[in-house]
């Protein structure tokens, strides 16, 4: 005789998304549902435009609604480390987090995986990268700046030059992250580059629609490596320029992808691939 005082378990396959403000253009419905299919999961991932005075409501209810977690983008990437339960340390030294794990116990976890996906992208694109042969300059001190300095001190570069628009981001960075740091006028940005093994744009400048990057790369040395946080174009102006005086260049395509991998691990239980199937996937 079979038992019915059981209730039956709900078995709803796992959701997970993106919350940001606007976010028709993120590409990570594109990238998660790549593979989605390519694993055979059965789970959803979507876009979810959330305003920011809804942030808090919506973070609360994604639980009961059967999401497993998310991704956050602009403009909440900073204001979910207060709405969360839990976050890891790098998310607290990055001051920012970029993927949420909605726990079983209903908390939320929040964690970034931004440096992680800096520091996989060049890994894969140029293996013969070493961090600790020279300093590395990053241009720009945003969250994304924030991210890239914290992997690149992890991976032990010696020495940390930065230059910003707004000085006082960079003497932040620079009060955050220790003597290691040495900060540039914007003006004399160009003079960092001067022996520089890694060279870094974490700025938005030589995106589409956005100024172009106008630092000088005449300092720039054959052999150094050149990546770009920016991936509309793939290779910008600065990558270009860079690839022509004989630097070994890096697009920022492949920090998104990576980026995104540990939070489907965690979502869906899969460790997913980053190959160029996924990158013909996400370009469309």
């Known amino acids: 005789m079979t038992d019915t005082t059981q209730p039956p378990q709900p078995h709803h396959a796992p959701i997970a998304g993106v919350i940001g403000w606007p976010i028709a253009h993120s590409r990570s419905p594109r990238l998660h549902g790549h593979w989605l299919k390519r694993y055979g999961i059965n789970g959803h991932y979507l876009p979810l435009p959330v305003m920011p005075e809804h942030l808090a409501e919506v973070l609360r209810a994604m639980p009961r609604m059967g999401f497993v977690g998310a991704n956050v983008?602009?403009?909440h990437k900073e204001s979910v480390l207060v709405l969360a339960d839990v976050v890891t340390d790098r998310a607290a030294l990055i001051?920012?987090?970029?993927?949420?794990?909605?726990?079983?116990?209903?908390?939320?976890?929040?964690?970034?995986?931004?440096?992680?996906?800096?520091?996989?992208?060049?890994?894969?694109?140029?293996?013969?990268?070493?961090?600790?042969?020279g300093p590395a300059a990053v241009i720009g001190a945003g969250g994304a700046a924030r991210a890239v300095v914290a992997s690149l001190l992890e991976s032990g570069v010696p020495e940390l030059r930065i230059a910003n628009r707004t000085r006082i981001r960079a003497e932040q960075i620079k009060a955050e992250f220790g003597a290691k740091?040495?900060?540039?006028?914007?003006?004399?940005?160009?003079?960092?580059?001067?022996?520089?093994?890694?060279v870094v744009n974490?700025?938005?400048?030589?995106?589409?629609?956005?100024p172009p990057l106008r630092v000088p790369?005449?300092?720039?040395?054959?052999?150094?490596?050149?990546?770009?946080?920016?991936?509309?174009?793939?290779?910008?102006?600065?990558?270009?320029?860079?690839?022509?005086?004989?630097?070994?260049i890096v697009?920022?395509?492949?920090?998104?992808?990576?980026?995104?991998?540990?939070?489907?691990?965690?979502?869906?239980?899969?460790?997913?691939?980053?190959?160029d199937a996924?990158?013909?996937a996400v370009l469309g």
């Open 73 to 75: 983008t602009l403009p």
């Open 95 to 133: 001051g920012a987090a970029n993927t949420l794990i909605f726990r079983p116990d209903g908390k939320i976890h929040a964690d970034n995986t931004d440096g992680y996906g800096f520091i996989a992208n060049i890994r894969q694109n140029a293996p013969g990268w070493i961090p600790d042969l």
């Open 181 to 198: 740091v040495v900060v540039y006028d914007w003006a004399q940005a160009g003079n960092m580059l001067e022996g520089a093994m890694t």
């Open 202 to 210: 974490a700025t938005s400048m030589g995106m589409e629609g956005k």
């Open 217 to 248: 790369l005449d300092a720039l040395a054959p052999g150094t490596l050149v990546t770009d946080l920016v991936y509309t174009p793939l290779i910008t102006p600065f990558l270009a320029e860079a690839q022509s005086r004989g630097c070994e």
């Open 251 to 275: 697009d920022g395509l492949g920090m998104l992808l990576h980026q995104a991998a540990p939070g489907f691990e965690r979502w869906f239980g899969q460790r997913p691939e980053v190959d």
């Open 278 to 280: 996924l990158r013909q």
